[in-house]
């Protein structure tokens, strides 16, 4: 058993009943303990299909228009029968196939339905109809770290700090999970109404038990050396995320940007 608190008030939780508050501070008092519950929690997730809820667009009413892409958009939409509010991710399905981007899409409904923890984002619900996907999450609201980081220029000491640390305990718990994320950058990283971030867009993630991969993935300036040369890699791919992470928020710009020292 391990305790959470946010706001000061303590409650035991089951880690396999109860989902993690959505914003905000915690306080997780046996660290070992929690890890292991997650990892029960993630296994049962992942090898359980995610059946899909009963809802359609009808059951929500748009807000406002978030976000969009290649292959599709993002809404701040409001369930009409709760009053709860969300970010809906509808991507359409026509263009998962035309950019062959299947297994992508399949990789990150799976992660996000079997993870829970503090500085990840989840997965609460999931409906499809003939044109799209819909991925519905809690939302974050105050936007990418990469704006954040254009709007400042770049980071004090403290702030890097406090941001690369939640970063750090995001990735040890995706590692203890046996999940490799392979694309950390500001831009996957979301910062909620208190300051607290969530690491989000998990299409590049690798379900990693036993050996290397070799795939080509991830965002330029941000790969590995071991990636580029084809040579195989595991978890320490993220950690050298971390590293471009560190240098980008206090110095204002990737390591190995072009014409940047």
Same mark, same amino acid.
């Given at each position: 058993? !391990? ?12 880690? $396999?009943?109860?989902?993690?508050? &959505? ?14 519950? *997650? ?16 809802? $359609?667009?009808? &059951? ?7 976000? *969009? ?12 029968? $709760? ?30 339905? /079997?993870?829970?923890?503090? !500085? $990840?984002?989840?997965? @609460? ?11 519905? #999450? ?14 400042? %220029?770049?980071? @004090?000491?403290?702030?890097?700090? !406090? ?30 109404? #208190? ?8 299409? !590049? ?28 890699? %595991?978890? /320490? ?25």
């Amino acid at each position: 058993m !391990f305790k959470l608190s946010r706001n000061g008030t303590k409650k035991p939780s089951e880690l $396999t009943l109860d989902l993690l508050p &959505d914003f905000g501070p915690l306080q997780i008092d046996d660290y070992s303990d929690f890890l292991n519950k *997650s990892k029960e929690y993630f296994l049962k997730q992942w090898n359980t299909p995610f059946k899909q809820d009963q809802f $359609t667009m009808k &059951d929500f009413v748009k807000l406002k228009l978030i976000g *969009s892409g290649a292959f599709g958009k993002i809404y701040l939409v409001q369930n009409r029968v $709760t009053q709860n509010i969300h970010a809906l991710k509808a991507i359409l399905k026509k263009t998962i196939v035309i950019y062959k981007q299947l297994e992508h899409t399949k990789t990150e409904k799976l992660v996000l339905q /079997s993870i829970n923890g503090p !500085f $990840t984002l989840r997965l @609460n619900n999931f409906f499809k109809d003939n044109s799209y996907l819909y991925f519905i #999450t809690p939302f974050i609201q105050g936007g990418d770290l990469y704006s954040h980081l254009k709007k400042n %220029g770049k980071f @004090n000491e403290p702030h890097a700090m !406090f941001y690369i640390a939640q970063m750090i305990l995001a990735v040890e718990y995706l590692h203890h999970l046996d999940i490799v994320y392979r694309d950390i950058k500001p831009e996957n990283i979301l910062m909620d109404h #208190t300051g607290y971030l969530k690491l989000a867009d998990y299409g !590049f993630c690798k379900y990693l038990t036993t050996g290397r991969t070799y795939s080509l993935c991830g965002t330029p300036e941000y790969l590995a050396p071991e990636v580029l040369l084809s040579r195989g890699y %595991g978890k /320490s791919v993220d950690w050298w995320g971390i590293g471009i992470l560190t240098f980008e928020l206090t110095a204002g710009f990737s390591p190995f940007t072009e014409n940047k020292p």
